[in-house]
């Protein structure tokens, strides 16, 4: 992972240094005692004469074009053997930053070292008499130089506090759930990131995209399922692109850790969400969809699945491995019994296992209401299998219409993987329509 961009410290430095000038009469003498510090900052007036003729030069020094950083440095280093007070040790750390500053901007990018801005910045947060929101901004900055250093730990610990000082910065969320995570506490950056995203939610904001990936993508790597489930479906909710579900349905049901859990019959409901929501990419995921629906006796759904990739051109007219599934899905309806038998069969059955049969097979023919009407008589008989005909049931009732019937029948699906897939479905029903 990249550091933190060393262009965006220099920039958040020049606006908390903002070009420092206090008035320097260099023959000033005390004519009374030092007046108070305000509760939150600083007063030139409490300047030591002893240090105000070497502070005064290295303002000169720093004020000319181009600056004389050699002079500069040369009554820096005067000044520190004349500083008397902590108004002194301010000035004398916001110019010596201003110093390391200029000097490592004028390097070329890769030449560049921020470390030489550590130790003024961790004078000035020492300070006491350095304002509130400087001390936030430089706390902030230190904590970026920490991370681009790889002291991550230091890093989520800087960028706390500059948090809790009130800095306000739109990267502060997501470097600090980044420290977090590279210091080993992947839970408690993601963690950071929710606290973030409820914060922009309560001010009625919408969070940015990255913050919701950052989630998902770290909360994959460290195997925690139940943060990926809980951010992927937010960052669907959010951002519910074609490309967007697409990856995320790839990636809980065919690529990621818990992919191997699944069975075909558990990939055909991620099918089915990735054709409600456009996200079936290229003609192998129609055939790949084709197929699981032939092995798992749905041979309607299998023959639909390839004329849809025909008829929108995503499978190329004459391809060999589709026309080779379609025909042998219209070998197996030819073959089966007509749905009229079975629906009569499952009417007559004790249990209700072959009413959810039934209905599947109407799922994919598309009749999502004699679907919905199947799998409810199956339910009244009873099956083996609650959570599968509740979510194929659900499914049924979101295609055909029945929203709320959807949702309170999807949120009754408790046991993984059919209760993750079951919350994609309910994240779907929630969502806007998603373009095709």
Not at 89 to 100: D, H
């Amino acid at each position: 992972m990249q550091g933190v961009s060393r262009i965006a410290i220099a920039g958040a430095l020049m606006l908390g240094l903002g070009g420092t000038v206090i008035a320097l009469p260099a023959n000033a003498k005390k004519e009374k005692p030092a007046e108070a510090a305000p509760a939150d900052g600083f007063n030139p007036k409490n300047l030591s004469n002893e240090a105000r003729p070497a502070l005064g030069a290295i303002q000169t020094a720093l004020a000319a074009t181009p600056p004389d950083y050699a002079t500069a440095k040369a009554k820096l280093t005067e000044a520190d053997g004349l500083a008397k007070n902590a108004s002194d040790s301010y000035i004398i750390a916001k110019f010596r930053l201003q110093v390391a500053s200029g000097e490592m901007n004028a390097l070329p990018e890769a030449q560049r070292n921020d470390v030489v801005l550590a130790q003024p910045l961790e004078t000035l947060i020492a300070n006491p008499i350095t304002p509130k929101a400087e001390k936030a901004q430089f706390t902030y900055i230190r904590g970026n130089l920490a991370y681009n250093q790889k002291d991550y730990a230091k890093a989520a610990q800087l960028m706390a506090s500059a948090r809790d000082l009130g800095y306000q910065n739109a990267d502060l969320p997501l470097n600090l759930a980044r420290a977090k995570v590279e210091a080993g506490d992947v839970a408690g950056g993601v963690a950071e990131l929710d606290t973030a995203v409820k914060a922009e939610q309560a001010a009625g904001r919408k969070a940015p995209e990255a913050w919701y990936k950052y989630a998902v993508s770290h909360a994959i790597k460290a195997n925690l399922p139940e943060q990926t489930n809980t951010w992927t479906q937010a960052w669907l909710a959010n951002y519910g692109t074609k490309e967007n579900w697409r990856t995320a349905i790839y990636t809980f049901g065919f690529s990621g850790p818990g992919a191997a859990k699944l069975t075909d019959r558990n990939r055909i409901d991620l099918y089915r969400l990735m054709r409600v929501t456009n996200s079936l990419a290229g003609a192998k995921e129609y055939i790949d969809y084709a197929d699981a629906a032939n092995k798992t006796g749905l041979p309607t759904e299998a023959k639909t699945v390839i004329k849809e990739g025909f008829d929108s051109k995503v499978i190329p007219a004459g391809n060999a491995t589709a026309t080779d599934m379609a025909k042998q899905a219209s070998e197996s309806i030819a073959s089966d019994k007509p749905l009229a038998a079975q629906e009569k069969a499952a009417a007559a059955a004790p249990k209700g296992d072959l009413a959810s049969q039934a209905g599947d097979a109407y799922l994919g023919e598309r009749n999502y209401a004699k679907a919905a009407e199947l799998y409810k008589l199956a339910a009244t008989k009873g099956v083996n299998d609650n959570d599968r005909l509740n979510l194929h049931l659900g499914i049924a009732q979101a295609l055909g219409g029945d929203k709320e019937g959807a949702r309170a029948t999807l949120t009754k699906v408790t046991t993984a993987p059919n209760a993750d897939i079951a919350k994609l479905w309910l994240t779907w029903l929630a969502s806007a329509p998603v373009a095709a």
